[in-house]
């Protein structure tokens, strides 16, 4: 029998010894009746004798010191009257159930003489007297534990070490009801000590949740150990909080169980950076992985751009040379007509790694989707309806338009085949917002959009949605949910869109439908109209031009080409060489010069023959798009771009608008 079980027994039996027994045993027995009397009396424990209903029969001097109460003002009221935070009717219920000299534990708030109140902890034992059953209790002030045995200022020190710890930390009894806590509780829940101490979970708690928290502590009583897990909870503000129980039982000084000790570590922080750290990995791997396929893409693209090179120019010579009515020219047309589709499979390829085509100018969001509808509307379902939401006035930006079309087809294609045979909608929106750098955080792929005004377009179906998984998929080359696939179509659009600098967001729920928002930065600048005049068809040239290309396919091609215009052609295979040929043979027009070559690139050539001969004029050519190109050269003096592969009419155009 433990030290707390003991005590109320001994003061039980002193609280039997009063005099109105006296009468009725020997005087030896008088005389031990009269000391135990004295024992309850003067116990330094605070002492009640009541019955089963609560109310007082008698108190010692150590129950009035402690609550300040008269002896007189003690008897025959209720001991429920002066607590505060217990249920009488339990407490009782549990005093009529109890076994004789079993020992009930309970904690709650004791109403003080003076108004305040003291946490206390209550040892009752049930006893009878003369067939009547009493309850004898002793009381604990829970607020001083240096009257508890553990020695002098033992349990003040570990208070005072448990208050300034910052973490929430709270202690229960046996029974289920809490006994303390720190001030970290307190500011974490918003609720005193004094409040909290005799009340049991399911007086804190929603009656599942309480009943959860019950089952976990009965556990632990059970099994001892260590308890740990993840919970969510409200704090004080109602705010939910991800919060880590770790749990574990106290015993008392005798080594019985004295109850359940429990710290609360919150997370909530912790997780949201772990989820924002898995997210940003998240992103980074699929940048990666884009990077990775669009160099693959892109190198494929460059490489097979050359081959065209020497197809679309050789057949574009051909039909130049052979006369109208020659048979020939129909299987030359059928010849330039398939090489232009590899041309745009190519394209794509390029679109995907950012790298595509793109002739920047202002445009207008509106005027573009307004001059595509009815092709749209004709590329689409039969069973969905195309709704156009406009957004007036709407800012410029900048891009490419044939680039940016694309987009648009394919989301509104993608936006169809999501609908099905079904019927549904299908909603283009334009408009322009104030973005954030939170909002632009959120952007798939994580895109590089400087905060600011943004000019989005939507495209949202009533389709069936799509689930995380495919999601996660959209981009990939040539992924698909049809039985067959279609390409790079949305791969290609996300290539656009990064080599626009722009973002895109999709929202998704399986079963109703999905949204597909595109985002670029609106542009400051005045739109400018561009007179572009129309070239002679008789236009001629002389001089002498210098063609650099590691390719020599591309060399022959591009040396007919020029010699079809009329000037003299000579050439190089590298950056070294060309400077050779630039040196030994002065007066070229113009130079032709590739962008990636072994030994020596298109760069350092370029700036080597400004070295030689500043103001020299130079044509770049790339399998790459001349926004990537021209980037690199921005003040240094380009004379212009051409893109690989080109055809006699491109390659004219370029010379007479840049170097004539």
Request: neutral net charge; hydrophobic residues 40%; charged residues 25%.
């Amino acid at each position: 029998m433990n030290a707390i079980t003991i005590a109320p027994l001994l003061l039980g039996l002193a609280a039997f010894g009063v005099v109105r027994y006296a009468a009725k045993v020997k005087k030896p027995s008088l005389e031990r009746a009269r000391g135990l009397e004295t024992i309850f009396e003067n116990a330094s424990d605070a002492a009640i004798m009541n019955d089963i209903s609560g109310f007082v029969r008698t108190a010692n001097k150590a129950f009035c010191r402690l609550t300040g109460y008269l002896p007189a003002k003690l008897i025959e009221r209720s001991i429920f009257e002066l607590a505060h935070g217990c249920t009488p009717e339990e407490l009782a219920r549990r005093w009529r159930t109890a076994d004789h000299g079993e020992s009930i534990v309970s904690a709650f708030q004791v109403r003080l003489q003076d108004g305040s109140t003291i946490p206390i902890e209550m040892v009752s034992t049930p006893l009878r007297q003369a067939g009547e059953p009493l309850i004898h209790s002793v009381f604990r002030d829970l607020s001083n534990r240096q009257k508890m045995g553990h020695g002098p200022g033992a349990w003040s020190f570990a208070d005072d070490l448990i208050n300034i710890m910052p973490i929430p930390v709270f202690y229960k009894n046996t029974q289920g009801l809490y006994i303390g806590c720190n001030r970290a509780y307190e500011e974490f829940k918003g609720i005193t000590r004094q409040e909290m101490v005799g009340k049991t979970v399911y007086e804190m708690a929603p009656p599942e949740i309480a009943r959860k928290y019950d089952e976990m502590d009965r556990a632990l009583l059970q099994t001892r150990g260590i308890q740990i897990y993840d919970w969510v909870m409200p704090d004080a503000k109602g705010i939910e909080r991800s919060v880590i129980f770790h749990k574990t039982v106290f015993t008392q000084a005798s080594g019985e169980i004295g109850g359940i000790i429990g710290v609360m570590l919150d997370v909530t922080e912790r997780k949201q950076a772990m989820a924002e750290r898995i997210k940003h990995e998240q992103q980074i791997q699929q940048v990666q992985k884009l990077e990775s396929l669009g160099v693959l893409a892109g190198g494929i693209a460059h490489d097979f751009n050359n081959i065209l090179m020497a197809i679309i120019g050789n057949a574009d010579l051909a039909q130049a040379r052979l006369p109208i009515e020659s048979p020939v020219r129909h299987n030359l047309q059928k010849i330039h007509a398939a090489a232009f589709r590899a041309a745009d499979l190519s394209r794509q390829m390029l679109a995907y790694s950012g790298r595509g085509k793109f002739v920047l100018e202002l445009l207008d969001l509106n005027r573009l989707i307004e001059e595509m509808i009815h092709m749209l509307e004709v590329s689409i379902s039969k069973k969905a309806v195309l709704r156009f939401n406009q957004f007036n006035p709407l800012p410029m930006f900048e891009g490419d338009a044939t680039q940016i079309s694309q987009i648009i087809m394919n989301l509104v294609i993608n936006a169809s085949e999501a609908i099905g045979e079904k019927s549904g909608v299908i909603a283009i929106t334009t408009g322009c917002m104030d973005c954030t750098r939170q909002y632009l955080q959120d952007l798939c792929l994580d895109q590089s959009i400087p905060e600011g005004l943004c000019v989005y377009l939507e495209v949202a179906d009533t389709g069936c949605g799509m689930d995380e998984e495919t999601k996660a998929k959209i981009f990939d080359p040539f992924f698909t949910t049809k039985f067959t696939g279609r390409g790079l179509g949305m791969s290609a659009v996300l290539g656009i869109i990064r080599g626009h600098n722009g973002g895109i967001k999709i929202y998704s729920e399986q079963g109703k439908g999905s949204s597909f928002k595109v985002i670029f930065p609106a542009s400051s600048k005045q739109l400018e109209l561009l007179d572009r005049a129309q070239m002679s068809s008789t236009w001629t040239a002389t001089g002498k031009v210098l063609l650099v290309d590691d390719e020599e396919s591309v060399r022959a091609i591009g040396s007919d080409m020029l010699r079809e215009l009329g000037f003299e052609v000579v050439t190089a295979c590298d950056g070294k060489d060309a400077l050779l040929r630039f040196q030994e043979q002065p007066g070229f027009r113009f130079v032709i010069l590739d962008l990636t070559m072994p030994h020596m690139d298109g760069e350092q050539c370029y700036r080597e023959l400004q070295q030689l001969k500043p103001g020299t004029r130079v044509i770049m050519s790339s399998g790459f798009n001349e926004h990537e190109v021209s980037q690199r050269f921005i003040g240094k003096g380009l004379a212009g771009f051409i893109q690989k592969p080109y055809t006699l009419t491109a390659l004219k155009e370029i010379v007479s608008k840049s170097c004539m």
